[in-house]
């Protein structure tokens, strides 16, 4: 069996996911397990995460894996119907639909099938990504409203570009402009990603319209803080109160001495500088671990963490042992987790947790834990 694998913890999801609702409440909570869950399971996570109102998805075979696992919460496609027959099978599964462009409007006109949709009009506030116009919102509106396959009533959604900034005001300027779009129409809304669930309440507000007290709902988003990761850059899921899903890890296979003066592993990127003790972990970019990576990167070697030693290969990785030389062929090595955060990894990688944890390859073993 393969010494690399990621444990991946259900009550830590479990955990993560109340401490979402406690950030955001009041709000109905969409759980984001799109990209394998990211790169923690898709079904098994989605089950860790049943408490949940709604689970948010890119694509149907995603949403498919989700209904096989038997799980009937309401299942968004963030990307909407990419050709026609993605509404058939919305349909048949009951799927909630994302509609961000003219395109997708057309497939709705032209659809003749018994489905009728529940669906998610995004709009452009600024993160010119996907999104309709705002000003085209009132004829969007009245567009839909006019079909018979168009459930009512409507939800609105946009995308935040920068809340991850705690300094940038696009946040708010993004929420001003959603908020003066659709002021005083009565539909649910969602803007709030895992930034704004942890550091921009106004993303929380639940509309305010006479007459459908308590009817509405403001659905939050969390994506990468379900997974104990931090979205702000110098900040670890734990400042957060947050704990990581993943222990990703693998075992020393082989200890041995090199001379002053002698390099170790491909390129003779790292030279003893005195006498050292080298071990070698069974885990590389094969695995998912970034390849340039190297001479300084922490691991864990059992207790102690020690720096690689020399460029990371396809299946192997090689860190200094010399002030820790009780290590053993069989230790297990941590690349990262709860007592080294990928967040660390991710600031060595010039790069961000979600890409590390979406990376993890299928030859590593997913093993799931309470």
């Not at 409440?25 to 996570?45: M, S, T, W």
């Not at 079909?147 to 929420?175: D, F, G, I, W, Y």
């Not at 990127?269 to 998912?288: L, N, T």
């Not at 200094?320 to 009780?326: A, E, F, I, K, N």
Request: with cysteine; net charge neutral.
């Amino acid at each position: 069996m393969t010494p690399t694998r990621a444990r991946i913890s259900q009550s830590a999801l479990a955990a993560n996911l109340a401490r979402a609702r406690e950030s955001a409440p009041g709000c109905r909570i969409i759980a984001v397990v799109k990209a394998n869950a990211y790169g923690h399971g898709l079904a098994p996570v989605a089950r860790a995460l049943a408490r949940t109102d709604a689970y948010a998805v890119a694509r149907t075979e995603e949403a498919l894996i989700l209904r096989e696992a038997g799980l009937a919460h309401p299942v968004i496609l963030l990307e909407g119907p990419l050709v026609a027959e993605d509404l058939d099978v919305a349909a048949r599964f009951h799927l909630d639909v994302v509609i961000h462009s003219p395109e997708q409007l057309r497939m709705l006109e032209l659809y003749r099938g018994s489905g009728r949709f529940n669906l998610w009009l995004k709009f452009e506030t600024g993160m010119n990504r996907l999104g309709m116009p705002l000003a085209e919102a009132p004829v969007i509106l009245r567009q839909l409203q006019s079909l018979a396959c168009v459930a009512r009533p409507l939800k609105l959604m946009s995308h935040l570009a920068c809340a991850e900034e705690r300094a940038n005001p696009m946040t708010r300027t993004q929420v001003s402009r959603f908020l003066r779009a659709f002021n005083g129409l009565a539909c649910d809304h969602s803007l709030a990603n895992s930034a704004g669930v942890l550091a921009w309440p106004e993303t929380q507000a639940v509309p305010d319209i006479p007459g459908h007290e308590g009817r509405l709902s403001n659905w939050v988003r969390p994506g990468v803080m379900l997974y104990g990761i931090s979205p702000f850059a110098d900040e670890t899921g734990a400042d957060h109160r947050l704990t990581p899903a993943m222990e990703f890890e693998t075992r020393l296979i082989a200890i041995k001495r090199v001379a002053r003066g002698e390099s170790v592993g491909y390129g003779a990127q790292w030279r003893a500088e005195r006498e050292s003790v080298i071990g070698v972990a069974a885990a590389g970019y094969g695995d998912g671990y970034p390849r340039h990576l190297g001479n300084g990167t922490p691991v864990r070697v059992g207790a102690h963490v020690v720096p690689l030693a020399g460029r990371i290969s396809m299946d192997l990785m090689t860190v200094d042992l010399t002030l820790h030389p009780g290590a053993r062929v069989g230790d297990p090595v941590t690349l990262w987790g709860r007592d080294l955060p990928v967040e660390t990894i991710a600031r060595r990688a010039g790069t961000i947790g979600y890409e590390l944890v979406c990376g993890i390859t299928q030859r590593v073993h997913m093993v799931i834990e309470d």
